[in-house]
């Protein structure tokens, strides 16, 4: 199954430890994860733990646009996209969770 995850929160909220915890869990069951990062919720790009979510085999796309707006520099792992690539990604998916 194809799991998105969409993230508009920082990464100072409650919201952020579970982006965490659902990825991880669609992970262990071998689900296809992809998160997509927009609004203030590309802040999350500069916390490790995304980078060990990639590691893990999970996608991280962020919308280009919002970093720009807010400074935000993403590593090299993060793609950058759109939110016609995030609509793209909603109509593959299976599931979609939107935290926001």
């Known amino acids: 199954m194809k799991?998105?995850?969409?993230?508009?929160?920082?990464?100072?909220?409650?919201?952020?430890n579970t982006?965490?915890?659902?990825?991880?869990?669609?992970?262990?069951?071998?689900?296809n994860v992809q998160i997509f990062f927009?609004?203030?919720?590309?802040?999350?790009?500069l916390k490790k733990?995304?980078?060990d979510l990639k590691d893990k085999g999970i996608e991280i796309h962020y919308c280009n646009h919002n970093a720009n707006?807010?400074?935000?520099?993403?590593e090299s792992w993060a793609e950058s996209n759109s939110t016609y690539g995030l609509a793209k990604l909603i109509k593959?998916?299976?599931?979609?969770?939107n935290l926001k």
């Open 38 to 45: 927009l609004g203030n919720g590309v802040y999350c790009l």
């Open 3 to 16: 799991l998105l995850i969409i993230m508009e929160r920082e990464p100072f909220t409650h919201e952020f």
């Open 19 to 31: 982006l965490i915890k659902l990825a991880e869990a669609g992970v262990n069951r071998n689900h």
């Open 69 to 74: 707006q807010r400074g935000v520099k993403p």
């Open 49 to 51: 733990e995304l980078k």
């Open 92 to 97: 593959e998916a299976d599931k979609i969770i």
